[in-house]
Each structure stands twice: as structure tokens, then as C-alpha cells.
């Protein structure tokens, strides 16, 4: 079936089947490989991308459901030279990045959080990444990273 | 393979879940049914979406109910004032479902239909006393949650019905709710065991509402009267919630009988009750 979606700000319209998921449809038909399958059941995250403004896991996603929304994967996310923005500096600046399987949706869970709360605690950063597993960092410098990036954002718009 | 379809109204949703050349099945938020057609082949021939339909996601306040349309996020559930105001054990219990993603994408009726025994999103309704209205080419039934739902992953829902949206009486100005999770961790972990809980006092000072809804305990979800009973008429204290705690242990023990589970099980229910019910009447420090 046909789907239409804005993909990071492009207007797309893709001939798909109507059972894949939203990840399969952005990695295989898209090909856009940037979001990560690691569960493919929702629990770990790697899939994270941003639906009409909220974080879904795009495996939970039928392709079809997106039709119509407006979708920000990690590609969409960047400094306005192509290299890394403010939240990706940082992520590299405090050694939040190990294997880099995570990082992707971490990245993206963490910009989803800065657009609904700009002034975050530790502990809401925290619970923003529930739904992000990471094998390799043990978390506290991604919490850092992110709690950075917030204080840079403010200090700029303040 | 399988088809998908979506559904802008309710009455389209309904028609095109009957239509009797292509079993039909909802889609709402797809986390339980995503996950289940990744682990074996689908029951179905199509998804129905009605996670758009705009009548299914209303909240609001209807005469002395309130309202929440069947296709309501744990997210909208959360960030409703309203909600916040009314149902406090409902928007307590969906700041615990899953992780943010989870929370974005989950609904009440697709948690209610899927019909887990480690819900987190029916004891609060069942604590509420909510009642599903269901939709079917026949029209309109009303269910209270607790009897629809009738064991685990089992429900009273008939092929080709839909739940369309959830109502629960106000309750009394001076009663509160509260909800309590038992899990590995806090976020993104499944409930060992769960609680929803309300009470209020009356002019003397005494309890005078009182319910009390432990999840994941018995193989049918269900108000703990005995519990109740015991608190009607009774002063708040600790004492009297550690004796509450106490019974909810007894009434499971009794209903579910001696298991490899019990031993820990009784404890943290007990725990988890007493718990709750300081917190619903303010006894805690
Ligand atoms: C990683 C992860 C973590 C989770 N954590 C939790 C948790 O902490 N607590 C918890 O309670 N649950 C949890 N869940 C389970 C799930 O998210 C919830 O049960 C959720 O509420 C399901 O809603 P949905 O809209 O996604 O349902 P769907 O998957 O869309 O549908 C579920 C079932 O209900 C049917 N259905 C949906 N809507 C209706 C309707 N209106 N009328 C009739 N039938 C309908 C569907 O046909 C399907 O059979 C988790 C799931 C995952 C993947
Ligand atoms: S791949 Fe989607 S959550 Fe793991
Ligand atoms: S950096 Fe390896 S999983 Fe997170």
C-alpha cells in the first residue's frame, strides 16, 4: 500500500506491504539505517524515533499507523553544517558513547525529553531513558551528557 | 501477512471489525499486539486503527462521571488535568507503564482487552468502579470493568466489539486514590504485584470509603470488600493499615491457596497495602 510520512522534514510517499513495522519501512525501504533494531519487542529502545512529536519505539509501530504523521529519526538530528548538534557533542565531550548500538535512540530520547521538559532533573532524565538500554555505559554519562546539553540550551535562550 | 485498515468513527471501526469476509481485529496503541504477532503467526486477517478515531480519545467530564475515550495514552492520561484531579490512582499507575515510548503509544482499552494479569491500567479502573461502554452492530452494551475482565488475558469481549470508552462516578470530595507498584525496577518492568487504593473520611473523622484493588494476585481482578469492610467505620492509623495489609494477605492466601510464590507474595501484598493506605490517608511521613 501506499504510505505518505514527512520524514525529517521531507514529504514521502513509499509503496510498502501494510504489515511491516515503522523500522522496517525506514531501514528497509528507506533506507535509512541510522534507528537500530535491537529487541524488536518494544524493551530496549534502539528503535527510539520521534512520531508527531512523542518517542515510540518504530518496531511498536505498524508502517501504515505513520501514514500521514511526521516522523525525526537520528539522521534529522544535526548541527545545521551536517556534523554533530549541541546533544551529540556532548554525548562524544562526556564519553557517553561505548559500542554505539543505544545511541541512536538514546539520542533521540533525549531530544524528546528537552522539547516537552527544557529544565529536566537527573531523576527525570532518568526516567526519560526508561526505556533505553545500554550493555555498554552504565548510564551516568549519558544522564550527564543530556543534563549538560539542558543547561547549555537554557543558558543560550536565557 | 495481514491487512490494515483505518477507522475514522466509531461506526466505521465497528462495521469494518464485522465485516465477515476478512477477520478483523483493533489496533490501538499496537504494544501488545506488535509483540504478539512477532512471536507466532496472527489470529487475524487485519488490523482495525482506531487509535486516531477522534471519539475515542476524548477526556472529560460528563454530568457526575467522567469520561475517558477507550484510545486514551498513558501519556494524554498523565498529562490530563483533569485526570490528575479526579483519578489520581489512574494517572499513578500510568506514569509506571513501560518507558516514555511505551507510555506515548499504550491505551486503556488495549490494556483492558489484553486483559493481563499484571495490568497496571485495570486496578485503578476497577478501583474507580469503571464501567467499558462496547460498541457492536447490535449497539450498545455497558460492562463494569471488573466483570469484563474475567481471568487472565480472558475477557467477556464478544468478536467484532469494541470498547469505545470508559466512564467511573466522581468520587466523594474527601476520598483520594493512590496506586503502588511492585516490580524488578520502577520503569519498563512488568508488576510483580500492584495496587489501587482509595478512601476518604467522614464529618467524625472516620473512614467512611474505602476500596482497595491488588493487582496481579488473583486470577480474577476484583475490589477486596473484606478489606474494605474492615476499614468502614474505623479511625485511620498505621496499626489499622498494617491489619488491612494483613487481611488483603489472608483473602489471597485463601482464593489462591499455598504456591512457591505465596511466601513472598503475602508479605509484599501485606507491605504493599499497608503502604497504599497511609498513603491514601495520609499517614505518611
Ligand atoms: C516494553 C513493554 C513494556 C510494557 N509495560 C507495561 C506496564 O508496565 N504495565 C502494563 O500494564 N502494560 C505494559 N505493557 C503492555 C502494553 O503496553 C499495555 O497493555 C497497553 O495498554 C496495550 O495497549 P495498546 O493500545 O498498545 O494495545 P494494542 O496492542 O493495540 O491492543 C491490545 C489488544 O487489545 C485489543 N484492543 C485494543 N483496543 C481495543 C478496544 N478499544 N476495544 C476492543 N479491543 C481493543 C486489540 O485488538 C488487541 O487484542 C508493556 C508492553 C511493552 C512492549
Ligand atoms: S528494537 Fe524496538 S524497542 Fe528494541
Ligand atoms: S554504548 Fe553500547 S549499548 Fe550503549
Request: proline residues 5%; negative net charge; charged residues 20%.
Amino acid at each position: 500500500m501506499l504510505i505518505q510520512l514527512t520524514v525529517n522534514g521531507e514529504t514521502i510517499a513509499v509503496e510498502a506491504p501494510p504489515d511491516i513495522t515503522l523500522l522496517d519501512l525506514l531501514r528497509d525501504y528507506l533506507n535509512l539505517t541510522g534507528t537500530k533494531e535491537g529487541c524488536a519487542v518494544g524493551e530496549c529502545g534502539a528503535c527510539s524515533v520521534i512520531m508527531d512529536g512523542r518517542l515510540v519505539n518504530s518496531c511498536l509501530v505498524l508502517a501504515p499507523q505513520a501514514d500521514g504523521s511526521e516522523i525525526v529519526t537520528i539522521e534529522g538530528i544535526h548541527a545545521p553544517d551536517g556534523g554533530p548538534n549541541d546533544l551529540q557533542q556532548n554525548f562524544i565531550d562526556y564519553g557517553a558513547v561505548q559500542c554505539g548500538i543505544c545511541i541512536p535512540g538514546m539520542i533521540m530520547a533525549g531530544e524528546a525529553l528537552l522539547m516537552h521538559n527544557p529544565h529536566p532533573t537527573r531523576q527525570e532524565i532518568r526516567m526519560a531513558l526508561a526505556g533505553n538500554l545500554c550493555r555498554c555505559t552504565g548510564y551516568q554519562q549519558i544522564v550527564d551528557a543530556i543534563e549538560a546539553t539542558a543547561k547549555q540550551r537554557q543558558g543560550e535562550m536565557g | 501477512m495481514f491487512d490494515y485498515i483505518r477507522a475514522k468513527s466509531i461506526d466505521e471501526a465497528v462495521a469494518l471489525l464485522n465485516d465477515p469476509h476478512c477477520v478483523s481485529r483493533p489496533l490501538a496503541g499496537g504494544t501488545d499486539v506488535l509483540v504478539q504477532v512477532r512471536h507466532g503467526p496472527p489470529s487475524f486477517q487485519r488490523l482495525v486503527d482506531i487509535s486516531r478515531v477522534p471519539e475515542m480519545k476524548i477526556i472529560e467530564q460528563r454530568g457526575d462521571e467522567i469520561y475517558i475515550g477507550a484510545a486514551v495514552t498513558y501519556t494524554e492520561i498523565i498529562e490530563s488535568r483533569l485526570l490528575q484531579e479526579t483519578a489520581t490512582c489512574l494517572v499513578e499507575a500510568s506514569r509506571l507503564v513501560g518507558g516514555p515510548a511505551i507510555a506515548n503509544a499504550g491505551t486503556l482499552g488495549g490494556n483492558v482487552a489484553n486483559a493481563a494479569a499484571c495490568a497496571d491500567g485495570t486496578p485503578p479502573l476497577v478501583c474507580l468502579d469503571a464501567v467499558a461502554h462496547i460498541r457492536s452492530l447490535n449497539g450498545w452494551r455497558a460492562a463494569p470493568v471488573a466483570e469484563l475482565i474475567t481471568g487472565p488475558h480472558q475477557t467477556a469481549l464478544h468478536r467484532g466489539e469494541l470498547i469505545t470508552h470508559f466512564t467511573f462516578p466522581i468520587l466523594p470530595s474527601s476520598a483520594r486514590s493512590v496506586f503502588l507498584k511492585l516490580g524488578r525496577r520502577n520503569a519498563q518492568a512488568i508488576a510483580r504485584l500492584n495496587v489501587a487504593a482509595a478512601g476518604g473520611l467522614g464529618a467524625d473523622g472516620r473512614i467512611n470509603f474505602a476500596r482497595v484493588v491488588p493487582g496481579s494476585t488473583l486470577s480474577h481482578l476484583r475490589r477486596f470488600v473484606e478489606v474494605e469492610t474492615l476499614l468502614i467505620g474505623e479511625a485511620p492509623s498505621t496499626e489499622l493499615c498494617e491489619t488491612a495489609g494483613a487481611e488483603a494477605g489472608r483473602v489471597m492466601v485463601e482464593a489462591t491457596g499455598r504456591r512457591w510464590s505465596t511466601e513472598y507474595k503475602e508479605i509484599a501484598l501485606h507491605g504493599l497495602v499497608a503502604c497504599a493506605l497511609r498513603r491514601v490517608f495520609h499517614l505518611e511521613n
